[in-house]
């Protein structure tokens, strides 16, 4: 009936947590921002409406904000132009027209475990080889380059990193990407970068692999910096040759992004940085709050998240953690197991805190309450359900 493919993948188990969801039930489980856009978006909307930018545009996108974003990213690479940017409709399409551009049938593509829910199904549906890297806890939810190293083959045609982090809200240091980006040149295969949360990180810089275009591709996204993941809008950045390959997918799979919301875009990019850095202090305050909270539920232990909106702590009871995550929707709070991001995340649940202090405080009462007289498992068995010899 349908294809191969189609029928290779599923919906992701995040889908099956909204579905329980209770009238009325406090949402942790939210990928995007709580804020709205900020109003020089909304005035330059309005303004192409007047203008009436209804047509087609260009397939790699408006050269205007083509340019814009180029300038913006100067100061991670200054020989960057409008000629390295291509616009999407997302990260999401992003992610895809990478892997469509790059990979070939049975190649092997490295991706982050636990790690964004895209990654792996993307894989297969170009008939690619997911192969996972795990992330611990205890490294920061950094992954090790010997370990990575160790999963290189004659097959491996790439590596998916995102930093900050979904779900983990763990960063990539300037030395690992700076390693990351000499394997891959040491090794002949392409890094696909995910920094849709290049704003959102509270210690220290955010690391790209924007200095590394030759082996990089680099995905970004308005969605969470510009608070409006429904207006479906982001951007690659490569090096020409690759952008010109990853245009034709374009062509094929949207034709071109929205004109008008590309328009609005780059009306909207001058003001960013003090719109971000506003929203970023108060997500910080909730970051530590939610941290703080989760680490007084008897059995939990989270470190502080250093980038992204979610905080993914482990816990002690003995409890899968959809059976955990179904327990808490049916008490009124919808959190994410973290199996749905890979089998290293089982043991964990993701909390987004892009939702109000009130509500953090509410729904960690709830986890506490319910969490309440579970069985906990000895350490021992915690360190093995989480993978890791004791
Ligand atoms: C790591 C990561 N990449 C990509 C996306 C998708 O972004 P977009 O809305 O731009 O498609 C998300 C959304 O949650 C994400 O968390």
Redesign the pocket.
Known sequence: MVSRRASSVQYSAIREIFDMAPQGAINMGI??PDFGPPSPLLEGMREAMGLGLDGYGPTKGLPELRGAIAEMLKPHNSSITAENVMITC??????MTAYQTLFDPAGEVLVPDPG?V?YSPDALLVDAEPVPYYLWEEDGFEPSVEMLKGLINPRTDGIVV?SP??PTGGTLSKGTVKAIADLAQDKGFFIIS?E??DRFVYEGEHHSFLPYLENSIV?N????CLGI?GW???YMVAEKAIIDQLAKINYYAVACPSTPVQYAVSRALEGMDSFMAHHRKEYDSRRRLMTSLLNEIPGFHCALPKG?FYAFPSYDQDASCLELAHALVNSGLICIPGCAFGDAGDGHLRFSYATSPENIRVGLEKVKEVVEGMPRLPSSVCALRKGRPC
């Open positions: 990928g995007e997302g990260a999401t399409q992003g992610v964004f895209l995102n982090g979904n995910d849709v949360y995905v996204s308005f969605s969470k993941p479906r809008i982001g992204a």
